[in-house]
């Protein structure tokens, strides 16, 4: 089953793709959080390595959502999930607004949804087990929270899903480790993919960006990225 959440043909691969890893670098404005969140409640939703073990053990389907800074988390990660949510008819349990975590019922178990910022990730996320993880915005994240993930990820097997624009050249380590890696499901779109994105504008940022940023940021260009 897939979510049909846009008119983007291009984030198809990306919601289909069972890869235990998966990164979408896109161009700003293209609707790769979207695809993220989705894809995420999705899995969220079915569970699908929950285990005997889980059950008899009484345990959460733990979701890590991680997000650069705690605004991004209120009004994009949170907001973005709920409404998504809301579209698949699924009743929201509680929401912590001060602890960030959401709960509702999925196929075989309680859902937690975690939500953490990048600035205090390593001691928010320390002590879970998670079932999947959620990181956007990406190319923003340290690589050692994303080794923390990693970890949290290592007992159930759970995926680990990415996606984020290309703003700057001091996280190639994700270009080596991910992008590069053949066990890793890469995905790319630029924001003129998106048809709700004004081609005025785009042409307008064209204009007024130096090359090297406009290729980044809005053709997710890795030519720009050595």
Not at 20 to 32: F, I, M, P, T
Not at 63 to 86: C, D, H, M, W
Not at 172 to 183: A, G, S, T, V
Request: overall charge positive.
């Amino acid at each position: 089953m897939i979510i049909d959440v846009t008119k983007n043909e291009k984030q198809r691969g990306f919601l289909e793709d069972n890869h235990r890893v998966s990164l979408a670098y896109a161009g700003e404005q293209s609707g790769k959080s979207l695809a993220l969140f989705s894809k995420t409640c999705f899995l969220s939703f079915f569970q699908e390595n929950y285990t005997e073990k889980d059950r008899l053990d009484k345990r959460d389907y733990v979701v890590l959502i991680g997000e650069p800074t705690i605004k991004q988390l209120q009004y994009i990660a949170i907001e973005t999930v709920k409404s998504i949510l809301s579209k698949m008819q699924i009743s929201i349990i509680s929401f912590n607004k001060t602890d960030k975590v959401l709960t509702f019922r999925g196929k075989k178990a309680i859902t937690k949804m975690i939500f953490f910022s990048y600035e205090g990730g390593e001691e928010r996320i320390e002590g879970f087990t998670s079932h999947l993880s959620c990181l956007d915005e990406f190319f923003q994240c340290p690589e050692t929270l994303y080794n923390q993930i990693q970890s949290r990820l290592s007992n159930t097997e759970g995926k680990c899903l990415l996606a984020g624009t290309i703003k700057n050249k001091s996280m190639y380590w994700i270009k080596k480790r991910l992008i590069e890696n053949p066990n890793v499901g890469t995905h790319t779109w630029r924001s003129e993919d998106n048809p709700y994105f004004s081609r005025s504008m785009l042409a307008e940022l064209k204009d007024s960006l130096s090359p090297d940023i406009f290729e980044r940021r809005y053709n997710a260009s890795l030519t720009k990225f050595e």
